[in-house]
């Protein structure tokens, strides 16, 4: 590898979350050295995520650990139903029927320790990924490496290496959030929903998720008045839940009071210094997405240090990772913020107007696409910038099986006979998607984003 010879590592990883865990997966398939340090031995026990859309599956596939975490996780074509406290129906954000675009199921739900296992199983796969638990990195002066990746988490210490600015989009609220644990022969477990609802009853707002087997999410906003060391108490946990479940119906696995915040960082790079994840942006979870847009960076910024790393690229393409991923999650916390804003009303007057303006029907909407920023694709507007779809082949195989970490050529047999080059070829994949786009071939890079379309 590039300067392998006077450095001890390719690449350092300041923490071992999910996205730290899957940045050493991908770089260590990629073949480079990889150090990874967390300042704890365990995984994080807290309740955190539970869902992942279809293109985060489709980067665990790019990892080699799509199965494993397939056999792990409910595939769910349902989506999200914001409800207000009638029980009428707001809003829906659409489910996915069969396997999506991506080739995957459209969502995912998942307990997040399982998930973390299995990455940190993935990485024990590579020789040249050096784990380092129980060690915390004070200052990142103590790292030997080319390059340093912050995955630190929203109280980043590379973040503040880089001296990044912060941009608030304004929404912080407490919530508690607890796992329970529930008895499926239980009437009322039974006539739980299979979709997440998103419970706007102004006197409580609640998000209720089945995360799988006994296992159900329940986030309770906090109110004015609420004391959070009390909340967990039975007399006063289960008067909260009495529209769902009684006492003996669930066990309480675990609970945590947290404050969900909307941010994103400017400043993703400085010298050798790089941020993905939570260091570098935070959303409230009303879209559960946050995880998945640390996992994006992580695809986004693996193939761009391993080119750069290998000598095929200048080490200006790094510069083109934030300037392509920071629009991206924006449009995602934009979204989760407005979200929020129907959610959490409280004032019962502004929640019936609310629920007047969907009188005539439930508003339906998907995961946003947002485009990438300009950065390494064509300047040209989608689908340029946006995922191609992931096709299976006249083998069986999934496209992106036949490709591995390279760009590759789909489109036309004629026109792309006459190509010569590195990447791989692929004529005739994708022909329904190019004749949607009125486009003959497209250039993929290896995340599978569109670099440019042929007309
Ligand atoms: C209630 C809740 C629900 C959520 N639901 C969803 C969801 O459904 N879907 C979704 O996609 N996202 C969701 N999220 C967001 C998701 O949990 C986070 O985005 C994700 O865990 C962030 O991963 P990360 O690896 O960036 O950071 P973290 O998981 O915070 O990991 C950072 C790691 O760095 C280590 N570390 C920090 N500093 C140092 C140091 N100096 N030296 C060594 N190690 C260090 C820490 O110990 C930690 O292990 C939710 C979050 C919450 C709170």
Not at 251 to 272: C, D, I, M, P
Request: charged share 20%; with cysteine; glycine share 10%.
């Amino acid at each position: 590898m590039g300067g392998a010879e006077l450095l001890s590592a390719d690449v350092a990883i300041v923490g071992c979350g999910p996205v730290g865990a899957l940045l050493a997966n991908l770089l260590g398939q990629a073949g480079l050295s990889v150090d990874i340090y967390d300042r704890e031995h365990e995984i994080h026990a807290l309740p955190r995520a539970v869902h992942f859309d279809g293109e985060v599956m489709r980067i665990f596939q790019a990892a080699g650990l799509a199965e494993r975490i397939a056999a792990v996780t409910r595939a769910s074509s349902k989506g999200m139903h914001f409800v207000n406290a009638e029980g009428r129906t707001l809003m829906v954000r659409r489910g996915v029927d069969g396997p999506g675009p991506h080739g995957w199921s459209g969502n995912w739900y998942f307990h997040q320790p399982i998930l973390e296992e299995i990455l940190r199983a993935g990485m024990a796969r590579f020789p040249n990924v050096r784990v380092h638990l129980g060690r915390e990195i004070a200052d990142v002066g103590e790292l030997n490496a080319r390059y340093i990746v912050g995955c630190d988490g929203a109280r980043s210490l590379v973040r503040r290496m880089i001296g990044s600015k912060q941009h608030d989009l304004g929404l912080h609220q407490p919530w508690l959030v607890v796992d329970l644990l529930c008895d499926p022969d239980s009437p009322r477990v039974k006539a739980l929903p299979d979709y997440t609802v998103q419970l706007c009853d102004p006197v409580r707002p609640m998000t209720v998720v089945h995360v799988g087997g006994a296992r159900r999410r329940w986030e309770i906003m906090l109110m004015p008045g609420d004391d959070p060391a009390h909340l967990t108490e039975p007399e006063i946990f289960w008067p909260m839940m009495a529209r769902w479940l009684c006492p003996e119906d669930a066990r309480l696995e675990r609970a945590a009071v947290y404050t969900f915040h909307s941010v994103v960082q400017e400043g993703w790079r400085k010298g050798n210094l790089l941020l993905a994840g939570d260091s570098c942006h935070q959303t409230p979870p009303f879209l559960g997405q946050g995880m998945c847009a640390g996992m994006r960076d992580a695809s986004n910024l693996a193939w761009k240090l391993a080119a750069v790393l290998r000598g095929d690229a200048p080490d200006s393409l790094l510069d083109t990772y934030e300037s392509e991923r920071l629009p991206h999650v924006r449009a995602f916390i934009e979204l989760a913020v407005k979200l929020g804003a129907v959610l959490q009303e409280t004032d019962p007057t502004a929640a019936a107007t609310r629920d007047a303006r969907f009188a005539a029907g439930a508003q339906m909407f998907d995961f946003p696409q947002p485009q990438l920023g300009p950065g390494c694709r064509a300047e040209a507007p989608p689908p340029v910038g946006t995922t191609f779809p992931q096709p299976k082949l006249a083998d069986g195989r999934l496209m992106d099986d036949a490709i591995g970490q390279r760009f590759a050529i789909v489109g036309e047999a004629a026109l792309l006979t006459h190509l010569r080059g590195d990447a791989v070829l692929l004529p005739g994949v994708g022909s329904e998607w190019l004749a949607r786009h009125g486009v003959r071939a497209a250039l993929l890079r290896p995340d599978r984003y569109i670099f440019d379309v042929a007309r």
